[in-house]
Nanobody, 125 residues
């Protein structure tokens, strides 16, 4: 069983940057695709970013394109979400999710098998 733990959330001001980390246990990390989702208050959980198992393709939601960057370090079993130019609307609980192999439906929560408990990001304006 894969255990996923996110960290790095916090309270920042609009325009600031933050880096979230997601550490996963198990030997399947390097062959897994990973994604970040978020859920704001009174909102449904939404897709943020996805990185393929090989790391050569990264996909972003329109709302974060150009501001957020997803990356991975297989040696550390870690996926990162670098967030720049944060806005108040980025306030949410951010979740890391993984799955074995790639998927064309990277925006669907049901495509992912492993989930973390989430980390809170609050952006004050």
């Amino acid at each position: 069983q894969v255990r996923v733990v996110e960290s790095g959330g916090g309270l920042v001001q609009a325009g600031d940057s933050l880096r979230l980390s997601c550490v996963a246990s198990g030997r399947t990390f390097s062959s897994s695709a990973w994604g970040w989702f978020r859920q704001g208050s009174a909102k449904e959980r939404e897709f943020v970013a996805h990185i393929r198992w090989s790391g050569e393709r990264k996909i972003y939601a329109d709302s974060v394109e150009g501001r957020f960057t997803i990356s991975r370090d297989n040696a550390k079993n870690t996926v990162y979400l670098h967030m720049n130019s944060l806005k108040s609307e980025d306030t949410a609980v951010y979740y890391c999710a993984g799955r074995m192999g790639d998927t064309a439906w990277h925006q669907r929560e049901s495509e992912y098998d492993y989930w973390g408990q989430g980390t809170q990001v609050t952006v004050s304006s």
